[in-house]
């Protein structure tokens, strides 16, 4: 069977038909897990029982137990999200050496369908980054070329993903997390509706903002992944009680009637020429396939990242508050303990423990809280955040979807940006403001840049509105000119 | 301007120990960065209340009982020093 090019379908029906066992299908992709990460450096935290939880699946085949859509497939998972009994960092030196025990419910449930977990994955400290070059485990290396970022901060996802060290991966994205890594290594990566995955077992950054979601080679595997990690959680209070639609079984490429929505201050702003052309040739297809092709405006959209890097860091610098040196993770060495007051006891913990971007992130959002400019940044920032909400709500009255770059451009160069914050920050343009409004965004694969480097196309929903979001994706899927292109790691 | 006496209060407020490399490093960034943030305030909020939640959410109403799904010992475990059950910290009173 060619592991390497099929479906998570395809391996689970394998696995459950006997044709393959997932003792077989787990060793082959760990091995190449591997072999590949030696470059990559994708992988943090290789799952060393992966054969015995392959093996319970083999032994639930043959005493004819059911099984869930996932039998046997190999995930690998970002080391954001809490597995039980495997190292959960962060990208931290906080948090070196804690272990949960428990998993977060979004592996919880992938562990429930059949899955099973290879690995954790490299990413940005605490997601705080767009190139992976700030995880205390270093930085990830683009498959396609390994001179540029994979992007981030999701980058360990999107470079296993995209080299296939395991057959699907799970990332988070508080403000383009999972779409512009994806679209930087050439893979599919969904950021769910607010509230749709729960964030129980997730470390946090940004709670208003952070959402779990599948990054996977194809829409259908994306599809598939999403409908098995949604639903409600009680033991997330902002998980949503919807129902979980049937995504995969509604899938259609059937355009008829579906209003796209052309985001006219993406054309206008300062795009590289082969992402404009990447957009253009989208929608032009698009047109093709029957859909009606509209101008939306979100005039609102140039301040998306001030006002996205205002929450995020006030956020987190109250969910990083808990990172004091008492219950687990990093403690500085104290040789006597009882003779250290317990402001030093923190501040040296804290200083030594946090990386430079995660430690100005909390110095932002202090100062933004701190009294005096609370009303100025974010009391300011939460008002715009529902004007944004309300721009979008009179768009989604014109189209269904909305098309957009993912990005300006497609990958750097590693080291490029790292030295300046508002430049790295500045990438977020197009992906931030889904965040903002918690709709549902994805990123999908469209074409390659002169350069040979991945241009994902984005495409934004209405809240909970992932299946026409997915329909149009998987329609661009089908005919678009990377199809089938394979990164030099093939 | 986010001078170094500012970058240094907020440190102590973030109980973050910075060095003076780190106090400069900030200074500069932090004052380029806020001035770009600055911008939002050109945008009309007049009789908008601020967004917390970005999605519709219902609440959710369970019974008050007692479950334990992990021990004392599961939930200690990571400390990075313990007696016991209990958390080993400086004195704090």
Same mark, same amino acid.
């Given at each position: 069977?060619?592991?390497?090019?099929?479906?998570?379908?395809?391996?689970?029906?394998?696995?459950?038909?006997?044709?393959?066992?997932?003792?077989?299908?787990?060793?082959?992709?760990?091995?190449?897990?591997?072999?590949?990460?030696?470059?990559?450096?994708?992988?943090?935290?290789?799952?060393?029982?992966?054969?015995?939880?392959?093996?319970?699946?083999?032994?639930?085949?043959?005493?004819?137990?059911?099984?869930?859509?996932?039998?046997?497939?190999?995930?690998?998972?970002?080391?954001?999200?809490?597995?039980?009994?495997?190292?959960?960092?962060?990208?931290?030196?906080?948090?070196?050496?804690?272990?949960?025990?428990?998993?977060?419910?979004?592996?919880?449930?992938?562990?429930?369908?059949?899955?099973?977990?290879?690995?954790?994955?490299?990413?940005?400290?605490?997601?705080?980054?767009?190139?992976?070059?700030?995880?205390?485990?270093?930085?990830?290396?683009?498959?396609?070329?390994?001179?540029?970022?994979?992007?981030?901060?999701?980058?360990?996802?999107?470079?296993?993903?995209?080299?296939?060290?395991?057959?699907?991966?799970?990332?988070?994205?508080?403000?383009?997390?999972?779409?512009?890594?994806?679209?930087?290594?050439?893979?599919?990566?969904?950021?769910?509706?607010?509230?749709?995955?729960?964030?129980?077992?997730?470390?946090?950054?940004?709670?208003?903002?952070?959402?779990?979601?599948?990054?996977?080679?194809?829409?259908?595997?994306?599809?598939?992944?999403?409908?098995?990690?949604?639903?409600?959680?009680?033991?997330?209070?902002?998980?949503?009680?919807?129902?979980?639609?049937?995504?995969?079984?509604?899938?259609?490429?059937?355009?008829?009637?579906?209003?796209?929505?052309?985001?006219?201050?993406?054309?206008?702003?300062?795009?590289?020429?082969?992402?404009?052309?990447?957009?253009?040739?989208?929608?032009?297809?698009?047109?093709?396939?029957?859909?009606?092709?509209?101008?939306?405006?979100?005039?609102?959209?140039?301040?998306?990242?001030?006002?996205?890097?205002?929450?995020?860091?006030?956020?987190?610098?109250?969910?990083?508050?808990?990172?004091?040196?008492?219950?687990?993770?990093?403690?500085?060495?104290?040789?006597?303990?009882?003779?250290?007051?317990?402001?030093?006891?923190?501040?040296?913990?804290?200083?030594?423990?946090?990386?430079?971007?995660?430690?100005?992130?909390?110095?932002?959002?202090?100062?933004?809280?701190?009294?005096?400019?609370?009303?100025?940044?974010?009391?300011?920032?939460?008002?715009?955040?529902?004007?944004?909400?309300?721009?979008?709500?009179?768009?989604?009255?014109?189209?269904?979807?909305?098309?957009?770059?993912?990005?300006?451009?497609?990958?750097?160069?590693?080291?490029?940006?790292?030295?300046?914050?508002?430049?790295?920050?500045?990438?977020?343009?197009?992906?931030?403001?889904?965040?903002?409004?918690?709709?549902?965004?994805?990123?999908?694969?469209?074409?390659?840049?002169?350069?040979?480097?991945?241009?994902?196309?984005?495409?934004?929903?209405?809240?909970?509105?992932?299946?026409?979001?997915?329909?149009?994706?998987?329609?661009?899927?089908?005919?678009?000119?990377?199809?089938?292109?394979?990164?030099?790691?093939? | 301007? #986010?001078? *170094?006496?500012?970058?240094?209060?907020?440190?102590? &407020?973030?109980?973050?120990?910075?060095? !003076? %490399?780190?106090?400069?490093?900030?200074?500069?960034?932090?004052?380029?960065?806020?001035?770009?943030?600055?911008? #939002?305030? *050109?945008?009309?909020?007049?009789?908008?209340?601020? &967004?917390?939640?970005?999605?519709?959410? !219902? %609440?959710?109403?369970?019974?008050?009982?007692?479950?334990?799904?992990?021990?004392?010992?599961?939930?200690?475990?990571?400390?990075?020093?313990?007696?016991?059950?209990?958390?080993?910290?400086?004195?704090?009173?």
């Amino acid at each position: 069977m060619d592991l390497v090019n099929s479906s998570l379908t395809d391996i689970s029906n394998a696995v459950k038909d006997q044709k393959i066992s997932a003792e077989e299908v787990a060793s082959f992709f760990f091995k190449r897990m591997k072999d590949l990460n030696q470059s990559l450096n994708a992988v943090v935290f290789e799952d060393e029982n992966f054969l015995s939880a392959a093996r319970v699946i083999d032994s639930k085949i043959s005493k004819g137990e059911e099984l869930g859509p996932l039998a046997g497939v190999p995930f690998g998972i970002k080391d954001m999200l809490c597995v039980r009994n495997l190292p959960a960092t962060a990208g931290s030196k906080i948090l070196q050496g804690f272990v949960p025990p428990y998993d977060s419910t979004a592996v919880a449930k992938l562990k429930n369908a059949g899955a099973v977990i290879l690995g954790k994955l490299n990413q940005d400290e605490f997601a705080m980054g767009s190139s992976n070059e700030t995880s205390i485990q270093g930085a990830v290396q683009n498959p396609w070329n390994n001179k540029y970022v994979p992007g981030g901060s999701s980058g360990g996802s999107a470079a296993a993903q995209a080299s296939r060290m395991m057959a699907a991966t799970l990332g988070t994205d508080t403000g383009g997390s999972i779409r512009q890594p994806a679209s930087f290594c050439g893979v599919v990566g969904v950021k769910p509706t607010y509230g749709r995955v729960s964030r129980y077992g997730v470390i946090a950054y940004a709670s208003s903002l952070d959402q779990v979601g599948p990054m996977t080679s194809t829409v259908e595997d994306a599809a598939l992944t999403l409908e098995v990690i949604s639903g409600f959680d009680a033991k997330d209070s902002t998980s949503s009680q919807r129902a979980v639609p049937e995504w995969t079984r509604a899938l259609s490429k059937d355009l008829k009637g579906i209003r796209v929505g052309l985001l006219k201050e993406c054309m206008r702003s300062s795009l590289h020429k082969d992402v404009e052309k990447s957009v253009e040739n989208s929608i032009d297809e698009l047109k093709k396939m029957g859909a009606e092709i509209v101008e939306v405006s979100l005039p609102l959209i140039e301040y998306a990242v001030p006002v996205y890097y205002l929450i995020a860091a006030c956020e987190a610098s109250s969910n990083l508050a808990r990172y004091d040196g008492v219950k687990y993770g990093y403690r500085s060495d104290f040789k006597n303990l009882s003779s250290v007051d317990l402001e030093t006891f923190y501040s040296q913990t804290r200083g030594e423990g946090f990386g430079a971007e995660v430690k100005r992130r909390i110095m932002m959002g202090t100062h933004a809280l701190s009294s005096g400019y609370y009303d100025s940044y974010y009391l300011k920032a939460g008002k715009v955040r529902r004007l944004f909400v309300n721009q979008y709500k009179d768009a989604f009255k014109q189209c269904d979807v909305i098309l957009s770059p993912v990005t300006a451009a497609p990958a750097f160069k590693l080291g490029e940006r790292i030295a300046d914050p508002l430049q790295m920050y500045l990438n977020d343009i197009f992906t931030t403001s889904t965040n903002l409004a918690g709709l549902p965004g994805m990123s999908v694969p469209f074409s390659l840049s002169t350069d040979g480097l991945p241009i994902g196309i984005q495409i934004t929903a209405n809240h909970f509105d992932e299946q026409r979001m997915l329909n149009v994706a998987w329609a661009l899927e089908s005919v678009a000119p990377a199809k089938g292109k394979r990164p030099h790691v093939f | 301007m #986010i001078d *170094k006496k500012t970058i240094q209060n907020i440190a102590k &407020l973030a109980r973050l120990k910075i060095s !003076e %490399v780190e106090a400069d490093d900030y200074s500069q960034q932090l004052t380029q960065v806020m001035d770009y943030f600055e911008r #939002i305030s *050109k945008i009309d909020t007049s009789g908008v209340e601020p &967004l917390v939640t970005p999605a519709e959410i !219902e %609440v959710h109403w369970r019974e008050d009982v007692v479950e334990q799904e992990h021990t004392a010992e599961d939930m200690v475990a990571n400390a990075p020093a313990r007696a016991g059950n209990l958390f080993k910290v400086p004195p704090v009173v």
